[in-house]
């Protein structure tokens, strides 16, 4: 698999190449987890076909994935693939397969779910095209001993930064945490529908939110609100 240079940055772009050398693949996705929310932010493809899968996950899929983190919280289970989970032919079958992977043309997918005080905070998912290269039991081994060391260093390098930017945005603009819950959700571009969604809120709620929000950072969209604390918390 050929990584694309310009999409994924600093701690992502080598983590994908040495994931890639250990256990080739077609397709990479990093993301940070929003525990409890069911969402994600700060997501990374390796290639454009992952950036627009990524995005129709977010819209469609996420709620019906058996391998979404939230279906993991209460485990100590590092990794999780198709084949673990199901048959080949049930997973054919399966309302995630059918309405998401085949038509993105990918068929395997392993997610690497990477914690803190026993909370995902983190999900690396490989994927592969092809129906007959499973992940083996060898490759499967390789990335659990790998997942230690990601996780030791995603807990120096991701969560720092992220506490940073959350303690920013309240000495700053005086955002609550369920304000800040909000922004980070906005941040990656979804829709209201899926932000409340994720957010398990109402459309009302979020929009009394939204509100608050661009009352406080003097803006009059979520467009205006991104570009803003984009700016703000780089």
Known sequence: MKVSAHLPMQFQQPLFEMVDKLVPVDGLRFHIY???????????????DVINM????????WHCDPMHPSRF????????TNTQLMPDIHWKNSKIYLGFFQPHNFFHDADIFFRQQGRIFSVLTLL????HRPFTPHEVEL???LQPFVQFTLSQVYLPKRMHNRQ????????????IDVVELALTGVSN???????KISLPTLRTHLQNI?????????????????????
């Not at 990524?54 to 469609?60: F, G, L, M, Q, V």
């Not at 919280?73 to 999780?80: G, L, M, N, Y």
């Not at 920013?168 to 304000?179: G, K, P």
């Not at 661009?214 to 780089?234: A, D, G, P, R, W």
């Open 34 to 48: 929003v525990p409890g929310d069911g969402g994600f932010k700060a997501e990374v493809g390796s290639c454009q």
């Open 54 to 61: 990524t995005r129709a996950y977010t819209d469609e899929a």
């Open 73 to 80: 919280e209460d485990s100590s289970r590092v990794i999780v």
């Open 128 to 131: 592969r095209r092809d129906m």
């Open 143 to 145: 990335l659990t001993n």
């Open 168 to 179: 920013s945005l309240v000495s700053d603009f005086d955002l609550t945490a369920r304000e």
């Open 193 to 199: 529908k899926v932000l409340a969604a994720q957010l």
């Open 214 to 234: 661009y009352s406080k950072t003097n803006v009059h969209s979520t467009s205006e609100l991104i570009s803003k604390l984009m700016n703000s918390l780089n």
